[in-house]
């Protein structure tokens, strides 16, 4: 049996991956075919039940929830750091309800964050998100939410950090910022579910124990980091949270979601469901 799986083309999702896409482990009749594609995409893909495992953002999973379940392993949260707010000066927070914001997608937790942050609904345009340091720089924007690697180049640029979405988050409720997530479809047999969450958990655990060739994998995905940053990078997003979410990351993961829904709508969608591995 094959399943699609497809992950953002960051460092940090490759090496999460890399033990799967280069054939470290055993999955015996499963076949994982790999697909790239930002982060935005995914979540609009998902909305149709396009791939069978899915990176997605938290943000987006109560618009999936009929058609997915999230796993235990393979999120992505930030502790004390996070998506970043960058501009070309400083900036108020007054100053930035009232100006244009470039964001990587109005799908995704940084966005979700950003309203948070702000309190209010802003004027925002979707870029995408390896343009929106070139972006902000040259003009075109107030502002910018970036995401990924952007997040260790932005000086590189002559931008100035406003917020660190992640930071602000933790300090507001010292939970760590659920971002990135993985998700598989209900419609697949429970034993299939369970064991690609085992297979993904041993890929995470494979890359952890053997960092030095996950990264040389990585690498190609880093988008011009060196491998020292490249290497700093994915030590924030692969922790022990990815290996499993264990009850505090479940919890910064309801936290997260109920502060943008509903009182209705949270009591319908929670508690939540993760598949485990078998």
């Not at 076949?31 to 495992?53: G, H, M, P």
């Not at 929830?65 to 796993?71: G, P, R």
């Not at 004027?123 to 720089?137: L, P």
Request: net charge negative; charged share 25%; glycine share 6%.
């Amino acid at each position: 049996m094959e399943i699609s799986v497809a992950h953002s083309p960051d460092s940090d999702d490759a090496f999460m991956f890399y033990a799967l896409a280069t054939g470290r482990i055993d999955t015996g009749d499963l076949r994982f075919r790999l697909l790239l594609k930002d982060i935005d995409s995914l979540n609009r893909a998902a909305e149709s039940a396009t791939y069978d495992v899915t990176a997605i953002s938290f943000a987006a999973y109560p618009r999936l929830a009929a058609s997915y379940q999230l796993l235990s392993c393979g999120a992505s949260l930030g502790n004390g750091y996070g998506p970043i707010i960058v501009a070309r000066r400083q900036m108020s927070r007054q100053e930035l309800a009232h100006a244009t914001i470039a964001i990587p997608g109005r799908t995704t937790s940084a966005y979700l964050a950003l309203k948070l942050y702000l309190d209010a609904e802003p004027q925002v345009e979707e870029v995408r998100f390896d343009r929106i340091m070139q972006e902000v720089a040259s003009g075109s924007f107030d502002a910018g939410v970036i995401i990924h690697e952007g997040q260790m180049t932005y000086r590189e640029f002559s931008l100035v950090r406003i917020a660190d979405l992640g930071q602000w988050w933790s300090q507001e409720t010292a939970l760590p910022l659920p971002l990135g997530a993985n998700a598989i479809r209900r419609s697949l047999p429970e034993e299939v579910k369970a064991r690609t969450a085992r297979y993904l958990r041993e890929s995470i655990a494979l890359a952890l124990h053997n960092q030095a060739a996950a990264l040389d994998y990585a690498l190609q995905f880093a988008r011009d980091l060196t491998r020292e940053r490249a290497d700093e990078f994915v030590k924030m997003y692969v922790n022990d949270y990815t290996l499993d979410l264990g009850a505090d990351g479940i919890r910064a993961v309801e936290s997260f979601l109920r502060a943008a829904l509903s009182e209705e709508t949270a009591n319908q969608l929670f508690p939540l469901e993760y598949v485990m591995p078998a």
